[in-house]
């Protein structure tokens, strides 16, 4: 049987159990359910921002009370119908997070955690304490409830099905958004944030929206919450730090990156509650106490179960039952791979490499790609980097060279945009560079790869790739959510794309493991592909054969021969001498931050200058 059959045999099962519920369930544990899918809908939301881009919230309680009271407001004082106040307040919450994501993303770990919690106060108080607006304590009572005509949605029963309908469709949203450029964003900035600056992904811009998708998830949460025939109040006590930790809580519990995970937490959250209640009398130190035996749990959770209950049964799954087979390269996508600027998005400056135009110029006629004058990089009194003056030339590999701690990974890390020079001037096809973001300069067309690996690690090999081809597919929020024609088709391209790629770099067979359980050779070559998937003009490499043994260096030297063959710049920093001396085109030599020596490999090897250096460095390495 194939797996769609069984999918399909499975979501029927289910479907037919959710739907026949309300009539096999007593109304009290009918009213609990309701509950839980509405939590559901909030803890939804949280692992936009928690499960997937990685940032903590603890504001998600008055997101969910900003959608609660703005629907209460606009049904009650202006009369509203809750299906337009539910839009409303949906795109209310959202702003609000935006409002609090711009500012505050900047901010990391506790500091982050700390600025949502302020936030959260400030909601609530002004909640108690605008009584014109809110009513203050008393709150606001007799909301009306979701109409379709004549009918009403004012019992448990036949809300049930209002919430586990819309519950459906923002867990199908979540699933479209997971498996999308925007979801992988968000991925790759919990996974490594830097790297994904590095791939071109604007990490303030996708923080902001994974808070507006918290909060507008939310706040459709409030709206349902608030009419809810059960409740059809508002009150502030309601939407307060505790709820938020309750959230927090439901969401660890099932798993931060799972969807299934969110709303069982939610719905065995609610329950737990209550069960511990009903216990015998006998047991009043459990019955009491029950709220300090769900912290605990929260906390074993948190030590023992870092994935969530369902995000480890997702994960067995996945690793036991379903391998799925690994797609083959389309091999007219493999030869475009290390291409520079096709599928060129008009950034003005990428292009120009897209012929193999190393054998037609003769190599001073080459046009320079990237110009270094008098860089400099300043650490406090460290001079890391201390006027350095190149030039790489087109289609060539140009390696930089010198002793530990000259200066070439931070000049390496000035070029790519993740410091700021502290002086000079750099020029990228002419332009002036120097100072712009890192993601900027990837669109540009300029990549780079870590000394120390940077990728993914708990991404697929497939999407480590396709993060990298970010600048090249344009695809948001709204093509994500909605299956568009060209976000469909874009998708396919991408995926076939870093296919290509992986193909390229021989590792098409291992799309489907996990980036961290490749070999360390492997993995300095998938960082090479991803960096290779974003068509780069100017390909960054800081020290590629770290850590290979003979036989992958070989490989890896035979790779980027490729790689230049094809039409790419090439920036080499490497230690391995025999490889810069067989590889370069063209060497610059570092020491303490300035260029002693620049040149053709043989011209390198009899310089006194350089021979000085790196003997001073022997001395000192024996000292
Ligand atoms: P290389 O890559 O040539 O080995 P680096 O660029 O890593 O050298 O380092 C050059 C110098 O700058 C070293 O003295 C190093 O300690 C210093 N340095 C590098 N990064 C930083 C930083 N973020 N803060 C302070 N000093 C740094
Ligand atoms: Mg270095």
Redesign the pocket.
């Known amino acids: 049987m194939n797996r769609l059959a069984i999918y399909a045999g499975i979501a029927l099962v289910v479907g037919a159990a959710l739907l026949f519920l309300p009539n096999v369930l007593d109304p009290a544990n009918l009213s609990i359910v309701n509950f839980g899918l509405v939590y559901a809908m909030a803890v939804l939301g949280l692992h936009f921002i928690l499960g997937l881009a990685g940032q903590m919230s603890l504001a998600q309680a008055a997101f969910w009370g900003i959608g609660a009271y703005s629907s209460a407001l606009l049904t009650t004082k202006w009369g509203w119908s809750p299906w337009l106040s539910l839009v409303a307040a949906a795109v209310i919450a959202t702003l609000f997070g935006v409002l609090l994501g711009a500012p505050t993303l900047r901010l990391k770990g506790h500091y982050l955690a700390m600025a949502t919690i302020g936030f959260g106060i400030i909601v609530n108080l002004i909640l108690l304490n605008w009584k014109e607006l809110s009513g203050g304590t008393d709150g606001i009572i007799n909301l009306p409830v979701f109409r379709v005509g004549d009918f009403a949605f004012d019992k448990r029963g036949n809300y049930y099905y209002l919430l586990l309908a819309a519950l459906v469709l923002l867990a199908l949203a979540a699933w479209r958004l997971r498996h999308s450029r925007v979801g992988r964003s968000l991925l790759a900035i919990r996974e490594n944030e830097l790297a994904a600056e590095a791939m071109g992904i604007n990490t303030t811009f996708y923080k902001v929206i994974a808070f507006a998708l918290g909060a507008g998830y939310a706040g459709i949460s409030g709206v349902f919450f608030a009419h809810m025939p059960d409740v059809r109040y508002v009150s502030p006590d309601t939407f307060s730090f505790n709820q938020s930790v309750t959230f927090l809580a439901m969401l660890v519990l099932g798993g931060s990156e799972s969807i299934f995970g969110a709303i069982f937490g939610a719905v065995f959250l609610v329950f737990l509650p209550e069960w511990l209640r009903q216990l015998p009398d006998d047991l009043k130190t459990i019955k009491q106490g029950y709220l300090a035996f769900y912290g605990a749990g929260i906390m074993l959770m948190m030590v023992f179960l870092p994935v969530g209950v369902v995000g480890w049964i997702e994960q067995q799954i996945r690793t036991r039952l379903l391998k799925p087979q690994p797609q083959l390269a389309r091999p007219d996508l493999v030869a475009q791979v290390g291409v520079p600027g096709v599928g060129d998005q008009g950034s003005g400056v990428r292009g120009q490499g897209s012929e193999n135009s190393r054998d037609a110029l003769s190599p001073t006629s080459r046009p320079p790609v990237l110009e270094l004058r008098e860089l400099q990089?300043y650490?406090?009194g460290?001079?890391?980097?201390d006027g350095i003056n190149m030039e790489v030339r087109q289609g060539e590999i140009h390696a930089l060279i010198?002793?530990?701690?000259?200066?070439?990974?931070?000049?390496?890390?000035v070029i790519s945009g993740i410091?700021r020079p502290t002086g000079g001037a750099i020029s990228f096809y002419g332009q002036s560079v120097g100072g712009k973001a890192a993601h900027s300069l990837t669109r540009l067309g300029l990549a780079r790869t870590f000394?120390n690996i940077r990728l993914f690690p708990e991404l697929t090999v497939l999407e480590n790739v396709m993060i990298g081809l970010h600048v090249q597919s344009r695809t948001g929020v709204f093509g994500a959510v909605f299956p568009l024609p060209q976000s469909e088709a874009e998708e396919k391209r991408v995926k076939a794309e870093a296919i290509a790629a992986l193909e390229f770099v021989d590792l098409a067979d291992k799309q489907y493991q996990l980036a961290k359980n490749l070999a360390y050779g492997q993995q300095r070559r998938l960082e090479i592909a991803r960096a290779l998937a974003s068509r780069p003009s100017l390909l960054l490499l800081?020290?590629p054969a770290a850590g290979m043994n003979p036989h992958e260096t070989e490989e890896l030297l035979d790779l980027l021969r490729e790689i230049r063959g094809r039409g790419m710049t090439l920036l080499l920093?490497e230690h391995d001498m025999n490889l810069v001396m067989r590889l370069s085109d063209r060497i610059t030599v570092?020491n303490f931050?300035k260029e002693i020596a620049d040149g053709k490999p043989q011209q390198i090897e009899s310089d006194p200058a350089v021979i000085e250096a790196y003997l001073g460095a022997e001395v000192v390495l024996n000292a």
Do not use: C, H
Not at 402 to 413: E, Y
């Open positions: 990089k650490f406090g460290i001079k890391a980097v010198g002793p530990n701690g000259s200066g070439k990974t931070t000049a390496l890390n410091y000394q800081d020290e920093i570092l931050g």
